[in-house]
């Protein structure tokens, strides 16, 4: 499988960003995509995620700012990032799963990451 992204960029506080992910290959057997952030001396952490019988997992900092979706197919996935703020600077991953965990609150994909991760995409956020 492999993802590509799009969509990153500078931009001033409040303003918007839509991220794209297009994947590509072998994605009849992926159960999930989603998009994660590394910030400069912080850890990756799990942003978004949207599995396929559309269940949507946010991180907490992003709830009710950013919305995930996804096209028919399933290969396409958009991150709208709105009100965007200076802690939302990092670098932004697409990521796609074919592991299909049981829970719901997204914690699997927040503690063992997905299966296959695209090159980033740079978002910075000026005050």
């Known amino acids: 499988v492999q993802l590509q992204a799009s969509g990153g960029g500078l931009v001033q506080t409040g303003e918007s960003l839509r991220l794209t992910c297009v994947a590509s290959?072998?994605?009849?057997?992926?159960?999930?995509m989603g998009w994660y952030r590394q910030a400069p001396g912080k850890q990756r952490e799990l942003v978004a995620a949207?599995?396929?019988?559309?269940?949507?997992n946010y991180a907490d900092s992003v709830k009710g700012r950013f919305i995930i979706s996804r096209d028919n197919t399933k290969t396409t996935v958009w991150l709208q990032m709105n009100s965007l703020q200076p802690e939302d600077t990092a670098v932004y991953y697409c990521?796609?799963?074919?592991?299909?965990?049981?829970?719901?609150?997204?914690?699997?994909?927040?503690?063992?990451?997905?299966?296959?991760y695209g090159k980033g995409t740079q978002v910075t956020v000026s005050s």
């Open positions: 290959g072998s994605t009849s057997l992926l159960n999930a």
């Open positions: 990521a796609a799963a074919e592991t299909a965990p049981r829970d719901t609150d997204g914690y699997y994909y927040r503690v063992y990451g997905m299966d296959y």
């Open positions: 949207i599995r396929g019988g559309g269940l949507l």
